[in-house]
């Protein structure tokens, strides 16, 4: 089974700016792949972020924005603050109804 | 407002048979795609499957093809998720969520233990 990739952790200053990404163990994401993002912290249900590549969905901060960069779907936190110590996970369209989870990154603000 | 309301926690010993559920409200129950996602203890998520409610047409994950079945009734806007034989590694976070190309609404999650 085709295995999504992310970065397992990543540090940043408040006020910095980080990218995540979202890769495939085997090829390129493109937008076909419709990638979408989440941030659980810790107790809580997921939170949608991003959708069908960097669509922000409600609600959602303009500092949170997504692209594909390469040959990945990417998720770029401008500005970060402190709240935005989560995880988070990027979601792949592979066709006929299936997706697949990442295997998610843990940002740390500090 | 766009709300999911999943059923509450679960403790059932291995064997058991055990159904969840996920209701819709806000919005047209039949018009969109419910996905089911595990968290296991100190995990990540799984995508296990999705269901379109106006038709029953499921989809699963390979990972969970014959381990799980997806239902709904949209008679009263609810789709399901079912065992028909815990194991002790079904224990997990079960949430649902709404869509097919991403989700974009989340159920609060329902707590599955099950332990002899």
């Known amino acids: 089974q085709t295995v999504v990739t992310q970065e397992p952790s990543f540090s940043v200053s408040p006020g910095g700016t980080v990218t995540l990404t979202c890769g495939l163990s085997s090829g390129s994401v493109s937008t076909s792949y419709y990638p979408s993002w989440y941030q659980q912290t810790p107790g809580q249900a997921p939170r949608t972020l991003i959708y069908s590549t960097n669509t922000r969905s409600s609600g959602v901060p303009d500092r949170f924005s997504g692209s594909i960069l390469g040959n990945k779907a990417a998720l770029t936190i401008t500005g970060a603050q402190a709240d935005d110590e989560s995880d988070y996970y990027c979601v792949l369209y592979m066709g006929s109804g299936i997706s697949v989870f990442g295997t998610g990154t843990k940002v740390t603000v500090l | 407002e766009v709300q999911l309301v999943q059923s509450g926690a679960e403790v059932k010993k291995p064997g058991e048979s055990l159904k969840i559920s996920c209701k819709g409200s806000g919005y047209s129950f039949t018009s969109y795609w419910i996905g089911w996602v595990r968290q296991m203890p100190g995990k990540g998520l799984e995508w296990m499957g999705i269901i379109y409610p106006g038709d029953s047409d499921a989809r699963y994950s390979p990972s969970f093809q014959g381990q799980v079945t997806i239902s709904a009734d949209k008679s009263i806007s609810t789709a399901y998720l079912l065992w028909s034989s815990l194991k002790a590694s079904d224990t997990a976070i079960y949430y649902c969520?709404?869509?097919?190309?991403?989700?974009?609404?989340w159920g609060q999650g329902t707590l599955v233990t099950v332990s002899s």
């Open positions: 969520a709404r869509g097919k190309l991403g989700f974009d609404y």
